[in-house]
């Protein structure tokens, strides 16, 4: 895959940026045992943040608590100095993933885009004429104009996932939250939506996403965060992708191959795997030898 970081995406880590994200001694969940405990985080504005962790490791709860989505959060969270709490959320546009969307609900592009603008002014209940311009710009400026009148249903996933992209950004916000944007895609959409994302953020917008894409997505990211239940490193990719990191992040042995300035982190136990499953067709196959012998 040809990296859509190189010359566009921004690091974290450069000096004399305004922070934008604060996590201090945050632990959270929805009951019982915290999901994410001690997390200590910053994140500046015009970054880019890969999120990544194995199932259930916390990812979107992290972003979840960014908006004030997680009810049980001790410990304290800010976007643009302003305290989040629950139920409260501060400018921050959100795109889901994809699965989690009801296909079935009868909306076309344009009304799933306009209720990011009601949701930025709920006490205008109307739809103005400089509401409709907005979205239509929106969508040429995503590579989707021209469909507002189509059912979403019948959209690709690509295109789904811009229209959920628009529906974050028509309220201007601060802040996008992407969850698994690359879910469930093939290869062109996915590397469609990273030049899409390198784009908005070369243009200032600061944005956070989770993935479960190693290699074609995070690698390719300026800074990564690693998590499990707590953030175990955060920093470039090139820095902290270690088979020790990774393998305490993920509690599975990987492996990191380091050549011409790529990196890739490979499953170490497939050749256990295969091993095993070559054993168990090799006795499959004597079986069946058997079975033929005995027919003669």
């Not at 690091?11 to 969940?29: A, D």
């Not at 990544?52 to 960014?66: D, E, F, Y």
């Not at 529906?167 to 916000?173: E, F, L, Q, S, T």
């Not at 990564?224 to 599975?252: H, K, M, Q, S, W």
């Amino acid at each position: 895959m040809t990296s859509p970081a190189a010359g566009s995406l921004r690091s974290t880590s450069g000096t004399g940026r305004t922070e934008l994200i604060r996590f201090e001694n945050v632990s959270c969940g929805y009951g019982g045992r915290p999901v994410l405990e001690g997390i200590d985080l910053t994140i500046t504005k015009g970054a880019i943040v890969g999120v990544v962790g194995p199932s259930g490791a916390g990812k979107t709860t992290l972003l979840r608590a960014m908006v004030g989505a997680v009810p049980r959060t001790t410990g304290s969270v800010t976007v643009a100095g302003q305290r989040v709490t629950f139920g409260r959320t501060p400018k921050v546009g959100w795109v889901p993933q994809l699965e989690t969307v009801d296909w079935d609900f009868p909306a076309t592009v344009n009304e799933v885009v306009l209720m990011g603008r009601w949701r930025r002014s709920p006490w205008i209940p109307w739809i103005t004429a400089d509401d409709r311009r907005a979205v239509a710009a929106l969508l040429e400026r995503l590579a989707i104009g021209g469909i507002g009148d189509r059912q979403i249903r019948e959209l690709s996933g690509g295109q789904q996932q811009r229209v959920f992209l628009a529906r974050a950004m028509i309220g201007d916000p601060l802040l996008l939250l992407l969850d698994e944007p690359t879910s469930g895609v093939d290869i062109k959409t996915r590397d469609d939506i990273l030049h899409l994302l390198a784009s908005l953020n070369e243009d200032g917008m600061t944005i956070v996403l989770t993935t479960h894409e190693i290699n074609s997505v995070a690698a390719h990211l300026p800074w990564v965060v690693c998590v499990n239940g707590r953030i175990v490193a955060e920093g470039d990719p090139d820095e902290i992708f270690t088979a020790a990191i990774l393998n305490e992040t993920y509690a599975a042995d990987l492996r990191v191959v380091r050549e011409g300035g790529t990196v890739l982190v490979a499953d170490a136990a497939p050749h256990r795997l295969r091993a095993a499953l070559r054993h168990t067709h090799d006795g499959y196959e004597h079986a069946h030898h058997d079975h033929d012998g005995d027919r003669q």
